[in-house]
Nanobody
Framework: VQLLESGGRSVKVGGSLRLSCTASGRNFDDIAIGWFRQSPGSDDREGIGCLSTSGYEYRESVKGRFIISTDDAQKTLFLQMNRLQPEDTSVYYC???????????????????WGKGTPVTVSS
């Protein structure tokens, strides 16, 4: 699976942004796909939300602000981010793993495929 993110940029506090991820190589039915982020200075990539045959899952801290959606025909995954805060500043990664090959699509070690990331900076 090849993943290509786009849409990252600088945005003001309280603003909104939509990221896109175009996938190739597998159909969405065959994979769990989602978004992670890595904040400046951190070694960890935290799962934000993902979509699998079990439905949508979100990290508690972004529930109600971030929404994942898909365009299956275009094999594109979106991340709509609202009410952005400085702590949302990160590089955002699109990730995927074949269905059945993971325990949680919000755990970085379970994800097989990663895009190169797109940076988001939130400032006042």
């Amino acid at each position: 699976v090849q993943l290509l993110e786009s849409g990252g940029r600088s945005v003001k506090v309280g603003g909104s942004l939509r990221l896109s991820c175009t996938a190739s190589g597998r159909n969405f039915d065959d994979i769990a796909i989602g978004w992670f982020r890595q904040s400046p200075g951190s070694d960890d990539r935290e799962g934000i939300g993902c979509l699998s045959t079990s439905g949508y899952e979100y990290r508690e801290s972004v529930k109600g602000r971030f929404i994942i959606s898909t365009d299956d025909a275009q094999k594109t995954l979106f991340l709509q981010m609202n009410r952005l805060q400085p702590e949302d500043t990160s590089v955002y990664y699109c990730t995927a793993v074949p269905e059945g090959d993971y325990s949680s699509c919000l755990q970085a070690y379970d994800m097989n495929y990663w895009g190169k990331g797109t940076p988001v900076t939130v400032s006042s």
